[in-house]
């Protein structure tokens, strides 16, 4: 079931949403940039979505134990502001970082985090592929035996067996305000994410676009990508 949306707070008209792609950047500049722009933001500053590629890098959520990064080797490892445990971000995978004001919106976090999941399923279906939710586990994922299967997914002890994670989510939101957001991996070298736990889960597969069969450019992708995330927070 859906979270309900606000019903309280002042009604708002929205400026049209900007989406900009940043392309390859470093992780630590596009984090102070949309640090800097959150903290500058008042109650008519357009909402933005940013698609970037960063460089190789593991990011820690505020909580995010270190225990979970098994071997870094030469990548840096980064603590940041946002929400969830251990990540990778490298080249072959967009980001997206919507700045937006949930307020103004008139939406509660967990609607938020349905959107930006929403937005990684429809991209998804745009290539013929099936993702899926997994309860108590923000992302998406999808079937490793036939991703293209739309098969609703079944209750079983293991709730990742079979499974692979394609797009990750961490969030944080400061005064009604949402920065960071989502990762879908479309061409990536995959090896760092066996060096990790990911997102905390022992033992979970990590794919892209391209393990799955679907040959997509980091541009064609983030364009889709950009483009479904901004309707669906239009509205």
Not at 151 to 163: E, S, T, Y
Request: proline share 6%.
């Amino acid at each position: 079931m859906r979270a309900p949306t606000m019903s309280n707070g002042p009604d708002l008209p929205a400026p049209d949403m900007q989406i900009k792609l940043l392309g390859r950047r470093d992780h630590a500049s596009v984090e102070a940039a949309m640090q800097s722009f959150t903290a500058a933001r008042h109650a008519a500053t357009p909402d933005e979505l940013w698609l970037v590629e960063h460089d190789p890098v593991f990011t820690l959520g505020v909580a995010g134990r270190g225990e979970h990064v098994l071997d870094a080797g030469g990548v840096p490892v980064v603590r940041t502001g946002r929400g969830g445990q251990v990540t990778y971000h490298g080249p072959g995978q967009v980001v997206v970082y919507p700045l937006v004001d949930l307020r103004r919106l008139r939406i509660y976090v967990k609607e938020y985090v349905f959107r930006l999941e929403q937005a990684a399923l429809d991209v998804l279906g745009s290539y013929a592929l099936t993702g899926h939710r997994v309860a108590g586990a923000p992302g998406i994922y999808v079937r490793l035996d036939n991703p293209f299967d739309h098969r609703r997914l079944q209750p079983r002890a293991d709730r990742f067996a079979g499974l692979g994670k394609v797009a990750a989510l961490g969030i944080k939101v400061s005064n009604h305000c949402a920065l960071y957001g989502l990762a879908l991996n479309v061409a990536m070298d995959l090896e760092p994410f066996a060096r990790i736990h990911p997102c905390g889960h022992i033992g979970l597969v990590t794919v892209d676009l391209a393990t799955l069969g679907v040959h997509a450019s980091w541009d064609e992708t983030a364009q889709r990508l950009g483009a479904r995330l901004s309707a669906l927070l239009s509205s």
